[in-house]
């Protein structure tokens, strides 16, 4: 048995579905980020963010970036914060807010932005949906690994500087302080 086109009652296809979820999923863990007190759930709930992110890549039709995605951010981003946190033992956020005096700003900034967003989204004239572009994943490793060999060589001994630095600095010496 195969599924419909759309959905029966709602009227909308599958993959519009499937957004609403995932968009949904990120929008409300990004809320549980910026909200809760528990930091360890805070990266955890950014863990969720990011993983909807990269859902939302491959729907768009951008495997590659997905996977980077998944890769860098939930790989190695996330897991390096939580392992931080977990090295400096403070697993609890303040009982109140420290920025409280910048709430209202941030209100207007907020709305200002929204309201960007909103005009230039309206304003588009958005070519017909329903065409995805797939990236050639063959010509963008051979692209990668040939004319920017360097540059990608380069990121990477940084990246292992930054890992080697962040052992050195976690690295408690016996009968110090806590």
Known sequence: MTLPET???LGFTWDDLLFMTLAAVMVGSALLVVTMKDIIRCGLAMIICFAALAGLYVLAGAPVVAGAQVLVYIGAISVLVLFAIMLTQTKSG???LVFQTQAFPAAIASAVLALLIAVTVASTD???A???????TTKLAETLFSDYTLPFEVVSVLLLAAVIGG???AKREPGGTD
């Open 126 to 128: 958005w070519p017909a």
């Open 94 to 96: 303040p009982a109140a």
């Open 7 to 9: 959905i029966p009652l």
């Open 167 to 169: 052992v050195y600095l």
């Open 130 to 136: 329903g065409a995805r572009i797939w990236t050639d």
